[in-house]
């Protein structure tokens, strides 16, 4: 069966600084990845997606970014993290032929 | 734009009453539908994915329907338990990207 891991599950970083989310996929092969952040009181927002290796579209301008260095590793960084930045990110896999979504555990982040 | 809505926004209910969670959606091209439940700090759980070529599927005390033309899908869970207080979140899936609603936050009171 397929899981979804990502790690850590909470952090908390100043403002400014480094930021480096991992989310892995097992189970499964050529998966759609996603990166979702959810803020406080408002609902979940699409940042990423890739459908391959390499391959990033972004849906919002921001300062965050993301990678895809192997076929189910999908990363969220930044260089210099923002207060607005806070909030619950989750990743997201789906399939290629009907793309029904799983969901990972996500990651609490607090930028103070 | 797909834009997706919840209505209500919170419910809550005796336990055994049976719920009825809407959900509507701007923009009938779409692939699927999904409905999904969250417990508090936790991530999402899918319950049920609903083809656009399908009217409703159902699994176990949960039953979804879908009207593409309309625009519209409702959740029925049936004798609702404790166990089931969570937000039930409403996606839909155009071009490989989902679109979710704000959600409804259900309380089932023993």
């Known amino acids: 069966s397929q899981t979804i891991h990502q790690w850590p599950a909470t952090l908390v970083q100043p403002v400014g600084s480094p930021l480096s989310l991992e989310c892995t996929v097992e189970g499964t092969s050529n998966p759609n990845l996603y990166w979702y952040r959810q803020a406080a009181g408002r609902g979940l927002q699409l940042l990423f997606y890739?459908?391959?290796?390499?391959?990033i579209s972004s849906e919002v301008p921001q300062n965050l970014s993301a990678s895809r260095p192997q076929d189910r590793q999908f990363i969220l960084s930044s260089k210099k993290l923002l207060l607005s930045d806070s909030g619950f990110y989750l990743c997201?896999?789906?399939?290629?032929?009907?793309?029904?979504?799983?969901f990972g555990p996500g990651t609490r982040l607090t930028v103070l | 734009k797909q834009e997706v809505t919840q209505i209500p926004a919170a419910l809550s209910v005796p336990e055994g009453e049976n719920l009825v969670l809407n959900c509507s959606f701007t923009?009938?091209?779409?692939?699927?539908l999904q409905w999904f439940r969250q417990d508090p700090g936790k991530g999402l759980t899918s319950l049920l994915l609903?083809?656009?070529?399908?009217r409703e599927q159902t699994s176990g005390r949960l039953n979804a329907s879908l009207d593409k033309s309309s625009g519209r899908s409702t959740l029925y869970i049936a004798a609702s338990q404790p166990g089931d207080s969570a937000t039930y979140l409403c996606a839909v899936n155009g071009d490989y990207k989902l679109s979710f609603g704000a959600g409804t936050t259900v309380t089932v009171r023993a």
């Open positions: 923009d009938s091209a779409i692939y699927n």
């Open positions: 997201a896999w789906g399939g290629q032929y009907d793309n029904e979504q799983f």
């Open positions: 609903i083809q656009s070529s399908q």
């Open positions: 890739s459908v391959g290796i390499g391959q």
